[in-house]
């Protein structure tokens, strides 16, 4: 049975860090590529960043190049999103996604993700 469980959620100010982590059980992880996404109320779900199966390779959104940094530890099977220097409009669920395709991780398209947790909130106040 295949689980992803996204923690670390939370509220904060902005200006301050989070870090979120997806724990990952029932595939095998060093061999997929791994994706942070969220989805802001009324708003469509969106790529924020995406890694490939070694971890070598990372995108990121515009919006949190600079700020955010993705890291996949595949001796622990964990995924992991640092957010730093968070803004208000950082405030969504975000959720980790897994696939073992990965030639289209650059695009981060959440339809090329075949699994999914289930979410966790990040709030930024202002």
């Known amino acids: 049975q295949v689980q992803l469980l996204e923690s670390g959620g939370g509220l904060v100010q902005a200006g301050e860090s989070l870090r979120l982590t997806c724990t990952v059980s029932g595939l095998t992880f060093a061999n997929v590529a791994m994706g942070w996404f969220r989805q802001a109320p009324g708003k469509e779900r969106e790529g924020v960043s995406c890694i490939n199966w070694s971890g070598r390779t990372t995108y990121y959104a515009d919006s949190v190049k600079g700020r955010f940094t993705i890291s996949k530890d595949n001796a622990k099977n964990t995924l992991y999103l640092q957010m730093n220097s968070l803004k208000p409009e950082d405030t969504a669920t975000y959720y980790c996604?897994?696939?073992?395709?990965?030639?289209?991780?650059?695009?981060?398209?959440?339809?090329?993700?075949?699994?999914w947790g289930q979410g966790t909130q990040v709030t930024v106040s202002s």
């Open positions: 996604a897994a696939d073992y395709f990965e030639a289209t991780i650059a695009t981060m398209t959440p339809s090329d993700f075949g699994y």
